[in-house]
């Protein structure tokens, strides 16, 4: 009876602490294990049809110079050079398709040679970012805001979302292994059914962590 | 007698879970929580005065543009133009005094401006490392290997290390938040009496993770 009380125990025990573990991510449970490949957005910019106007002449379409990893999203020929107080950058690629707002993507050693000084936001998320001039071929537009160092985060469908066991806008962790190895945190979860299962982050965070765009990662729950 | 068994084998369990979790460091013993501060190395250079002769005329000698964190190293006002197969760096900073060997210390966003593939090493390993040319105002050096990414690491002396529960040479990770948050891994502990409490990451470590260099980072074992 001891002994029955004893192992009972011990398995109540057991039970528990690795609960308690998994509630507070200590430990991962197995089912949630998994990884998701990186890709590494260079600086780029997507554009209102007012700004392309201005820019590239009026009633300009952009022209498609390669497709990217979310379905119907590629990469233009069309390209803009941003100037900010401190310098300018040239040849920064435009994304299609098309936004109701200007967006500039830059990673902070972007920022610092420009002199801007973006935020780190979901991608729409504009408001109050950072302004920046651009010049394309035909015009300049001098934005007073729309400039922002994109967050990192992880394009998923809803069956990717139940089988990494996570839910649309939630911060997940992502671990990196290699001689520049660590964990990046504060990783966004978006969710749409037409999103193709995708990591990105920016060129600072893949050159801090040595990876080139061709990795498998493994995502923790924080 | 069934009460004191219980509670005397829930204690037993309860330390060997805990140091367990100490052991894999899924915890932390609260003796070993500190937090060390951060400093962000640009790149820069150290010489050989083989090689101070080359480039800046015979028996120059380096003078102090300001000290640095380590006791007894400067920051000198020379300077030196880096240049690799894709690319220059003009103005990268020499570092005194003098080494054995000259080493280039570089982050992969300058890699792949000079177009060159340094690995990521500790500060004096520089065999089989990347070749490089450097410019000075009096004569061109074309190092054969030299330039490399320098490891993530932590100046501390003999008593900083007991404190820290940490030796010479050993990895350890560095906890950061904030909107970047994450974790540095890989992270070296070098363990000198003269050396000043000091942690020092590259400009790219620098911009990934948000820091500005004011920081004050927690040291986790890993």
């Known amino acids: 009876m001891k002994d029955f009380n004893r192992n009972e125990l011990l398995e109540e025990i057991t039970k528990s602490v690795i609960l308690e573990l998994q509630k507070h991510n200590l430990i991962q449970s197995n089912e949630r ?98 302004p920046i001039t651009l010049i394309g071929p035909e015009g300049v537009v001098e934005l007073q805001e729309g400039c922002i160092i994109a967050d990192r985060h992880i394009h998923m469908t809803p069956e990717d979302a139940r089988s990494f066991g996570v839910v649309d806008k939630q911060k997940v962790s992502v671990l990196v292994e290699g001689e520049k190895a660590g964990v990046m945190g504060k990783v966004t979860i978006r969710v749409r059914p037409n999103y193709a299962l995708d990591m990105h982050i920016d060129t600072d965070d893949a050159n801090a962590f040595g990876l080139n765009g061709t990795e498998q990662l493994k995502l923790i729950l924080e």
Chains 1, 2 share one sequence.
């Open 33 to 130: 294990k998994s990884h998701v490949p990186v890709s590494i957005s260079a600086r780029h910019i997507h554009l209102s049809q007012e700004h392309i106007d201005i820019l590239f002449g009026q009633g300009h379409q952009l022209t498609k110079f390669k497709d990217i990893s979310q379905p119907g999203q590629f990469a233009c020929n069309e390209k803009v050079t941003l100037q900010g107080p401190k310098g300018t950058i040239e040849n920064v690629r435009v994304l299609a398709p098309i936004r109701p707002k200007t967006q500039v993507e830059v990673a902070r050693t972007d920022a610092r040679k420009l002199g801007v000084n973006p935020p780190v936001r979901e991608s729409g998320n504009v408001a109050g970012s950072a």
